[in-house]
């Protein structure tokens, strides 16, 4: 079936550094991708979006890049701080009537002071 | 503004027990769902509802039975818990499609 995955299952970044965090989807239907950030013991917190006719996203300090082509997502995290150490998932919709979304395993982020 | 409110944040059954994991949303959202939430496996969609007094099945319905009797509400019950529910389970809400804000999480564990 359809599914959303992530390249990378960790990344570790010093702190100061430019982190960037990949995603694949298999969908081609999909037209609509978020990111999500999950701290330990907590929910998923929304970070940015993105829909199909974009290919790129600016947030504070986060960029999000689309290329349809092939079908990837990245988020960039400018400047990576010790609180952004988490686990990032990317999600896709495939918009319209459908509000499900797919989500990837994630992907863990740990920023060395 | 409270958002998504799950209640409670932590509970053990034992197997064969029954229980019914309580979401409140205070954002007026149509949307709702239940997710949870496996090492390993991702988030992972039990039920939905698109509105008060509807529900439907996700990817992995079995064993539990979901209520939206007001908007604000979901519930989520497990009829007869096994060990293999033992799990984090999430609740969300979205105005329509698209992003989905979530509950800090209910930890269970079936014994």
């Known amino acids: 079936g359809e599914s959303v995955g992530l390249h990378l299952p960790t990344l570790s970044v010093q702190e100061g550094d430019n982190s960037i965090i990949n995603c694949a989807y298999s969908n081609s239907a999909s037209d609509y991708f978020i990111w999500y950030k999950q701290e330990s013991g907590k929910g998923p917190q929304f970070i940015i979006d993105i829909r199909s006719n974009m290919d790129k996203r600016q947030g504070q300090r986060v960029t999000v890049l689309l290329n349809k082509t092939v079908k990837h997502l990245s988020l960039q995290i400018a400047a990576t701080q010790p609180g952004d150490s988490a686990v990032y998932f990317c999600a896709e919709n495939k918009g319209g009537s459908n509000y499900k979304l797919t989500f990837g395993k994630g992907t863990l982020l740990t920023v060395n002071p | 503004n409270a958002g998504v409110t799950q209640t409670p944040k932590f509970r053990v059954l034992k197997t064969g027990q029954s229980m019914t994991l309580l979401c409140a949303q205070d954002?007026?959202?149509?949307?709702m769902y239940w997710y949870r939430q496996d090492p390993g496996m991702g988030l992972r969609l039990i039920h939905y509802?698109?509105?008060?007094?509807?529900?439907a099945k996700g990817e992995v319905p079995d064993g539990y039975n979901v209520s939206r009797l007001k908007k604000q509400n979901f519930l989520l019950g497990l009829e007869s818990a096994a060990p293999s529910q033992t799990s984090v389970y999430f609740c969300a809400s979205s105005l329509g499609w698209g992003i989905q804000y979530f509950g800090a999480g209910t930890r269970l564990s079936v014994l």
């Open positions: 954002m007026n959202h149509e949307y």
């Open positions: 509802s698109v509105g008060e007094g509807t529900t």
